[in-house]
Nanobody, 131 residues
Framework: QVQLVESGGGSVQAGGSLRLSCATF????????MAWFRQAPGKEREAVAA???????IYADSVKARFIISQDSAKTTVFLEMNTLTPEDTATYYC?????????????????????????WGQGTQVTVSA
């Protein structure tokens, strides 16, 4: 049974930083796409960043140059370093895993943006940024 366990959320002031972690348990596949999604009250869940088994990364335009996605050498934990946070970043952040890769022809395919494309989800961690 695959489990994803997030940690690292909290409350910070605008301009601050947080680092989220997503530990994976029970996944045995060699290929994957791991993504961070977020969902604010009254809004749809949106993809923030993704990284695949080859270490290729992609970011939403809204977080590009501020957030960094990475994974440890064992490829069992994915991190999301969030810098220069703004109140618009306030949301519940979810870690998600897909057994499919969404990279082809030198670019990420749009499929990585779709929540339904991910089979496994963490419980979510709250990030609150105050002005």
């Amino acid at each position: 049974q695959v489990q994803l366990v997030e940690s690292g959320g909290g409350s910070v002031q605008a301009g601050g930083s947080l680092r989220l972690s997503c530990a994976t348990f029970g996944y045995t596949g060699s290929d994957y796409c791991m993504a961070w999604f977020r969902q604010a009250p009254g809004k749809e869940r949106e993809a923030v960043a993704a990284i695949d088994s080859e270490g290729r990364m992609i970011y939403a335009d809204s977080v590009k140059a501020r957030f960094i996605i990475s994974q440890d050498s064992a490829k069992t934990t994915v991190f999301l370093e969030m810098n220069t946070l703004t109140p618009e970043d306030t949301a519940t952040y979810y870690c998600a895993a897909s057994e499919d890769a969404y990279y082809s022809g030198g670019t990420y395919l749009p499929g990585y943006l779709i929540p339904l494309a991910y089979k496994y989800w963490g419980q979510g961690t709250q990030v609150t940024v105050s002005a």
